[in-house]
Structure formats: C-alpha cells, structure tokens
C-alpha cells in the first residue's frame, strides 16, 4: 500500500508541497518519483515506470555494496559473492525493489559509506561529500537519522579510542557541516521566508507516530523474529563474521574499524526500532553482509579437519542457493488486481475530479486530503468522530469518486452517515457519487456534490427516463445542489444509477469488493 502513496506524493511536488503533503514528513524521494509522472501516460505506466526507477536503484544499491566490499581490500569474485549473499535475504529481495522512500535513503547511505571507504586517506573534504549525502539521505526520509548516527559514531569512536579527541571533534564538524548544507537548502526551497517551520517538522515531525505507535502496531515486532527465522543461517554467517572483526579489532586497518562501527550501530538500530515493519531491514542488510565472508576464511584458517571445513562450506553453498532462487519467487508477486483497479478508477475520474481511498493509489489524479489511513491514523479517527479529518474531508470537500478497502471498512462507523445514502458501489472496490433507484421506490439521496446528474445503466450507457425529485417531475441530466433529496423513478428500466454526469460506458462492473485486496502484504 506504501507503494501506491509515496509514489503518489510526486503529483503534488512543486505544487504547495508542504500544504498538500503530511508537513511532518520529508519528502526528498518526491522529487526522485516525479520522473514517474513525466515519463509516464497514466496511472498504471506511472506505477510501473516508479517500479523499474526503483529497479533501477536496487541495481545500483548492489554496485555501491561491492564497491564497499572492494573498498574494505575484498577482491572482485569475493566482492560478488558478498552481492549474492545480500540478494539470498528474503526480505531484501522482497523490499529493495518497493517505490518507497527507504531504497533511495539506503542508496545515499551507502554511498557516503563508499566515499569514506575509498582511497588511503580520509581528508576532510571526503568527509565534508559524506555529510552532504547522509543529508540527502535524511532528506528521503527521517528514519535515516539511524544512518546518520551510524556514519557519525564509525568516524569519531575509533579515533576516540586511539584518544585524538581534536580528530573526533574536526571529522564530527566536517561530516554535521556537509549534513547540513543540503537540510538548510530544503528548508528554504521549501519554507521561503519561512524556513524555520520547516526545519522544526523536519525534525519534530515523527515524534508524535514514534511515541504513540505502539498503540497501532502492538505486536509487529513480530516481524524481527519472522527475519530471523526465515533467514537463520545468513545471519549467523554475518554476525558472526562481525564478532570476529570486532576481535580483531587492534590489527584491523581504520576503514574496516569505521565500516564495522556503522554495521553494528545500523543493525542494533534497526532491530530495536519501535516499528520494525520488513521494509525497514533493508537499511541494515547491506552493511551486515559486508562480514559475511570473515567466518569462512576464519574456518579455512583455524580448522585442521577437513571434513569439517568441507561440511561447512557444503551447507553454506546449498543455503544461499536454496535461499537464492525461493527468492525467485518474488518475481511471481504482481498487482494485477490493484492495477485494474487504478486503470479502471483513473477512466471515472476527469484530470480536475478528485478521488478518496486513505492510500494514494491514483498518481495522476489530486485528493482531498493527503490522509493517510494506516492503523495509527485509524484509531484516531476512531477516536474523533465527526472531528475527525476524513469525515471533514467526506462532508466539506467530498470527492467524486472513493477506492474501497478495508482501511475504509475499519472506519465505515465515522464515516457511514457522509456516504451510505451520497455514493453507490458501480464496481468492486469503487463507490461513486451517486444513488441507485428502482422504479417506484422513493430513495433518499444526500448530493454530495453539485452539479450535472443523469442516469445510468448497471453498464455505464446513459439512460432515457423520467424521475421524480421532490415532487417535481423531471427528466435528466438535471442539476442538484449538494443536499438531501427525495427522488423516485418513474420509468425506463428497473433499475438505473444516478450519477454526475459523464461517459462511462464498460467501466462499470459487477461483484463483490475484493477483500483481500491488500492480503498478505507482509508474508510470502
């Protein structure tokens, strides 16, 4: 569901920005995603044209991790195999790939690391490139401060502990400085002559979802224990490989002392995060399977049994392999079902007509609201009632047409009152502004929207027939005026649909909402 809204996010990218998208969030990877909206000739090419942008990046993001395995002295088919042992993670092969903000955040992260890593000495200006792409990466997305802090503590605890404490303070000046250059522009690209607001929500934003998220999302730390288990092996290999470092820690060079801090600060970090959701692994898995090689070349060295070396590296090759190609099986993973939806929701809709769903899934068309209905924001509109934004959202400014799922069923209690009687289900999933009659039965309809209504077939042709509203005999397309309305058909077919008036026909379509439309979303 993340996919639909982040990448959704670009339509309102120098367009109000920050009045149109959450103020709290930063949103650096809109301006990655609007490639998407240039390239792309509607909803759906959009959506796929984000996904090979992100395939694209994923490619890259293993190209910046040999070069860091490179970097740290590994030679090219060591490096490689490094490669092949972060694509063996299941959940890397299932997340990396994502249009969401972390796999761009992941990439600038890995590049500050590399340009830390490469050449023999580490001058301030690399630092000074460093902080400049950790910003960008922070830019992305706020959970990036873990990188932050990771690329932070690499740099100054090794020489803290060879006690030159004016080099810690110099690499910590140089790496906040090129940190802040692209954050301060941000700010002003962004808050004009009022950057501070900007800067505050940059940092205070996620305050409020990382405090009171436990109340939505109590028991996803599941998750960790579900990695964990699924990937048992290749985590022993690379903690393990990162324990051994750590031993070694007085004969190891300072590259691979700064690349090992990040590692273990980044992991610790992340699987101690208060949401743990599988997309968020994905910024420590890179940095973890850099020291995954160090306990096969600890075995070779150490062991004097043969067969116990043989063993060993018998089980190592058949996991990877085994786990290498059940990851295949992301490749079977399609949106088949939300893509029809999007393509279908896309042709009700005119460029200037809005629609609701509490996702994002139309990239090419605006909202009301940018409302974002996960658990969190579900429970508080839960709480809010009338107060609450959706309902403001479904009776001060109601769209056109609404996406159903069951993020809307988990609120349908708030919001029943604004649309059981104002829209009317025309396909699965899909509820537009409308009533359907029967002739000569009296319906209520409360208009959400004023305008030009005529009436329609269950397939979407246009109608002949003569209706009644509140006692006035007419004949459609008539104009109605957003309030409550008695009307009753008085002829034509038995049934017929109400709806503001445009060219529908084939797109209306029969059957029940699809339920599972978002089903398993964390699982295989």
């Keep these: 569901m993340d996919e639909f809204a982040q990448l959704g996010y670009a339509k309102y990218f120098a367009n109000g920005l920050f009045d149109t998208i959450q103020p709290p969030k930063a949103v650096g990877f809109a301006v990655f995603y609007k490639l998407a909206h240039l390239v792309g000739w509607d909803a759906a090419s959009m959506i796929l044209v984000g996904r090979m942008q992100t395939a694209l990046l994923a490619c890259g993001t293993l190209l910046l991790v040999y070069a860091c395995a490179r970097a740290l002295g590994e030679q090219r088919l060591r490096a490689l195999f490094i490669a092949l042992v972060l694509l063996c993670f299941t959940n890397f092969m299932e997340r990396i790939f994502r249009t969401r903000s972390e796999p761009l955040a992941l990439f600038f992260a890995l590049a500050a690391v590399l340009v830390i890593l490469r050449g023999h000495t580490l001058i301030a200006r690399k630092i000074f490139i460093a902080g400049i792409l950790s910003g960008l990466a922070f830019l992305v997305t706020q959970k990036s401060a873990f990188f932050n802090l990771a690329l932070g503590l690499g740099l100054v605890i090794d020489v803290m502990l060879r006690k030159d404490f004016i080099a810690a303070i110099v690499r910590g000046f140089y790496l906040t400085a090129g940190w ?16 501070l607001r900007i800067a505050e929500s940059l940092i205070f934003g996620p305050v409020e979802v990382a405090v009171n998220g436990s109340e939505a999302y109590d028991g996803i730390r599941v998750y960790v224990l579900q990695t964990l288990i699924d990937n048992t092996f290749l985590y022993l290999l690379c903690f393990s490989g990162m324990i051994i470092t750590l031993k070694r820690w007085r004969i190891s060079n300072e590259k691979t002392r700064i690349a090992l801090v990040f590692s273990f600060v980044i992991t610790t970090l992340v699987f101690t995060h208060s949401q743990p959701w599988p997309y968020v692994f994905i910024m420590a898995l ?8 160090v306990p096969l070349d600890y075995l070779l060295t150490h062991s004097r049994t043969p067969i116990l070396r043989l063993f060993f590296l018998t089980v190592t090759t058949l996991t990877l392999l085994s786990s290498y190609f059940i990851n295949f099986s992301y490749l079977k993973i399609s949106n088949v079902r939300q893509l029809e939806l999007v393509t279908r929701a896309e042709a009700l809709l005119k460029p200037d007509e809005k629609y609701f769903d509490g996702i994002g899934m139309l990239p090419n068309r605006l909202e009301p609201t940018t409302l974002w209905l996960d658990a969190w924001y579900v429970l508080k509109t839960l709480r809010e009632g009338k107060d609450s934004e959706a309902w403001q959202v479904l009776t001060q400014s109601p769209p056109k047409v609404i996406l159903w799922s069951y993020r809307l069923s988990n609120i349908h209690s708030v919001i029943a009152e604004a649309i059981d009687n104002s829209y009317v289900q025309v396909a699965p999933n899909i509820r537009m502004a409308g009533r359907r ?12 929207l004023a305008g030009r209504y005529q009436l329609y077939s269950e397939t979407g042709a246009p109608v002949s027939a003569q209706m009644k509203v509140e006692g006035i005999t007419l004949t459609p397309p008539i104009t109605l005026s957003a309030d409550s309305k008695t009307i ?12 503001p008036e445009g060219t529908y026909a084939g797109l209306f379509k ?3 909402d699809d339920k599972n439309l978002f089903a398993n979303i964390y699982h295989r």
Excluded: M
């Excluded at 890179?286 to 090689?293: D, H, N, T, Y």
């Excluded at 009753?488 to 709806?499: D, K, M, Q, S, V």
């Design 180 to 195: 802040l250059l692209p954050a301060v522009a941000y700010c002003f690209i962004f808050g004009g002559s009022d950057p």
């Design 437 to 448: 009659l029967r002739i000569g039965h009296q319906e209520e309809f409360k208009v959400p």
């Design 488 to 499: 009753t058909l008085l002829n034509g077919p038995e049934r017929a649909l109400l709806l």
């Design 510 to 512: 029969d059957g029940d």
């Design 286 to 293: 890179p940095f973890i399977s850099l020291w995954s090689l």
